[in-house]
């Protein structure tokens, strides 16, 4: 996606269900803030608010070609674009940035950054919990983090 270096954080302000990174970078001559993921082992992002100018482009496609990519950056209006799925950062977001000058680098920093350090536990345990289908239904509709809730009240209501 982007023209190596770039400047990444991991984007955890919200529980997004994946891991999510925001980068800023050069993408095609221009400084460009991209909020992406990885999948299949490449990166993704839906570069929907880049590219829906673009006819005719099917914009809920999960990946672009370079083409189609660079096309949307050199399309992509001087200002910024406000996406509400990806809401602008703030400066004190971007303490834990970190410089890669290549996928490779990016991916090993990433890791690093993930092990836990000796002795350390996992916070959480992993279990299998069957649920009424109309129970858990209700417990998705109520929004991201769940998950999170579910536990937090089980918690509270634990003997």
Do not use: C
Request: net charge neutral.
């Amino acid at each position: 996606m982007f023209d190596f270096p770039i400047v990444t954080i991991e984007d955890d302000r919200e529980s997004y269900g994946e891991q999510r990174f925001a980068s800023l970078g050069w993408m095609s001559g221009r400084v460009v803030m991209m909020v992406w993921t990885e999948r299949n082992g490449m990166p993704t992002s839906s570069l929907a608010g880049m590219v829906k100018k673009m006819k005719p482009v099917n914009t809920s496609r999960r990946r672009f070609t370079q083409a189609e990519i660079e096309a949307a950056v050199v399309a992509a209006p001087d200002e910024a674009v406000y996406d509400p799925d990806n809401p602008p950062t703030k400066p004190e977001d971007w303490g834990d940035a970190f410089v890669s000058h290549s996928l490779q680098e990016f991916r090993e920093q990433v890791a690093q950054r993930r092990v836990r350090g000796p002795g350390k536990a996992p916070a959480k345990t992993a279990i299998q919990l069957r649920l009424a289908p109309d129970a858990l239904a209700r417990w998705k509709a109520s929004g991201p983090g769940w998950q999170t809730r579910m536990a937090e009240l089980l918690a509270a209501y634990a003997p």
